[in-house]
């Protein structure tokens, strides 16, 4: 399988090359040369563990790794999620479930994609024979997911910047920060997340510097990240029997439209369902487009679910080219309408229509939060919140959960009054911290990296 980008001016990487380079030259986002169909052998899968099933869906794309070597890295990246079933499916009441996504090592969805990055990353050290610098800038979750996929990897160093005292809570910001590793280095960025992300993509814009450290972006576009993210969607559905497999809707708390396009892949590759819900807080421009056709950039408001709080969604590149028929020509001057007009317009009903949506203000998060502890006794992360809207008359709902409650303690407290913990992150809190303090100045970023690059080897 080879992949090429959704603005068809680069041509056809193989996997390892994909999940490396992570954004195409031309700037689109890489997508499978043609999505397999795997209609004929997804029942076959029933009854698999979920690193066997992402083994059998996952070797239908990374084809330039050999099969056994495949394999053997899938499960070693699943082997310290803390449940049996890594992604267990909660029934709330008939008809309404969650997929709890958070047993991974950092408590976030993003375990499934990363501990499994991590691992490819790892790999490609070996096979190339050089050390790589991985860059990241995170609001929250990420960063923590990415630190932890990469923990103790020889030759990879991670660069992880982040906004420094203001929307990072304190429990993500000790994940990155007490791990106690040597490729790890957490740099606080004076300055909110934007200004984080605006210097990483100048440091990593920085062509000649870029290649001579073999930098990579680990971010939510990564190819490696999407896939990696089908596998728990066929999980929860296999999970029902066949006859109910097809009234399905996939209720997908959204930010960055990573989660909920992964499903939608899926479902394009022959897992029929009958819908996908996008969930957004008050940050709501895929509400917005769903619901009107209208893509328009809003300010980013920050609200109890930060790791949504996100207005352009780096995904998106992917759902216009598919829902477009796969015409990169009209992606990609759509995408450059955007970058220049930060807006544009579908009317086409029939695209519109491919998911439903919904938004949630801080006040109906908080009130999503405290209906499903007094129904059903559960306590929900205030990402997760979002999903438990208008959801009458859907028939077999089944709601992501994307975050551990414990790692946001404050809202949960103050909202139900429950005292949200998790041990692993109490552990954390005895541990001593270590972060560079650092302002969003390309050049002293560039300075820092490479003076501790320096003396890496393989
Ligand atoms: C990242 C994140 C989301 C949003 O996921 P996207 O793939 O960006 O849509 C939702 N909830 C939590 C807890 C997250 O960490």
Partial sequence: MKFVSTRGQTEPHSFSDAVRIGLAPDGGLFVPESLPDLSGEISYWEGLSYPELCYEFYKHFATDIPGDELKEIIHRSYANFD??????LVRLEEGLHLLELFHGPTLAFKDFALQLVGNLYERQVTVRDEPITVLGATSGDTGAAAISGLLGKKGVNIFIMYPDGGRVSPLQERQMTCTQDENVFPLAVSGNFDDAQAVLKEVLGDSEFSSSLKMSAVNSINIARGLAQCVYYLFAWLKFPAGEREEITFAVPTGNFGNVLSGWMVSRMGMRVAGFRVATNQNDIL?????S???????VRPSYAPSMDIQVASNFERFIYYAFNENSEKTRKTMLQFKSEKAFQVDDSSILSIMSSTRMTDGEIKAAMSEVYEKYNYVVDPHTACGFKELEGLKNVVLLSTAHPAKFPDVVRQTIGVNAIH?????LKDIEETKYSISPDADEIKSFIASQTESMQV
């Fill in 423 to 427: 041990p692993r992150l109490e552990a």
């Fill in 293 to 299: 056709g209208d893509y328009s950039l809003g300010e």
């Fill in 83 to 88: 449940h049996e079933q890594h992604a267990p």
């Fill in 287 to 291: 509400y917005r487009f769903f619901s």
